[in-house]
């Protein structure tokens, strides 16, 4: 497994070239983030880390809005994968307030599902032809993000299956599926061919990986067997001492 640092949470007032600094003199290599809008991508393509994933839609939502609108960000989007060197894009379903929050649509959820439908498929004739792999991410609605459709991994499995293409996966975030459904283990060991990327951050309160009610390193050996791709540390600090390299130590001490 390859491990990357979601730069939008962890530390988010630092100043971004330090941190990347910090982060390279650790032994991490990888970063990702939210919105490419407000990044300094030149300082981040000259920092000596590299891009694993970013969200190719903060604007458009994919259960309102049509193809057009949304594959315009995407093209977007996409352009800027290759400037980083990116090869994986995540995907929302929906568009986010500021305080995580979906706002409410009169659109039932057949028509959502009809519409997500139609705009993966479309993004998904411009992926096989970039060679470029999107992750389409459920959240979890109790806690953090109200009002968003895919709140649950087995509705964003039949899509995925739906969609049929290797270039449509599921980003799953093990904080988020534990609010909502639990069974990670065993999620993992049974759908790993569908899954492409991984998020974690301990429950409940979205911290690291040791603190909090999940054994994150069981999960993460039980994950090794069945998983190779990378895996994401999205979670907001809340140790005083925390430094990166206290992360790396923690994943090396893992008798993988």
């Known amino acids: ?27 991490f290599k990888f970063i990702e983030f ?8 030149d300082l981040i393509i000259n920092s000596g880390l590299r891009v694993s994933n970013f969200n190719g839609n903060r604007i458009t939502s994919l259960v309102l809005d049509s193809e057009d609108k949304v594959l315009r960000e995407i093209h977007s989007s996409m352009e800027i994968a290759k400037k980083l060197d990116c090869h994986q894009i995540m995907l929302l379903s929906d568009t986010l307030k500021s305080d995580g929050s979906v706002e409410l649509s009169t659109r039932n959820e057949e028509e959502k599902r ?26 979890n609605t109790i806690k953090d993000h109200q009002n968003y459709f895919l709140d649950s991994f087995s509705l964003t499995l039949d899509i995925v299956k739906e969609i049929s293409s290797e270039y449509l996966k599921i980003l799953y975030d093990i904080y988020h599926m534990q609010i909502m459904e639990g069974n990670i283990v065993e999620t993992i060991q049974k759908y790993y061919p569908f899954i492409g990327y991984v998020h974690l ?29 990378f895996v994401g540390f999205e979670f907001f600090i809340r140790e005083r001492d925390f430094s990166y390299e206290k992360l790396w130590r923690w994943i090396q001490s893992i008798n993988f």
């Open 201 to 229: 951050a301990n429950v409940p309160y979205r911290g690291e990986p040791w603190l909090g009610e999940l054994d994150y390193k069981f999960i993460l050996k039980e994950l090794d067997k069945v998983y190779s791709g």
């Open 1 to 27: 497994m390859q491990y990357s640092l979601c730069i939008d949470s962890l530390y988010p007032k630092e100043d971004l070239e330090k941190k990347l600094t910090k982060i390279k003199r650790s032994e």
């Open 114 to 139: 009809l519409i997500l439908g139609k705009n993966l498929r479309a993004i998904v004739k411009i992926a096989e032809r970039e060679r470029i792999l999107f992750l389409l991410e459920p959240l």
């Open 34 to 41: 939210w919105d490419w809008r407000n990044k300094d991508l």
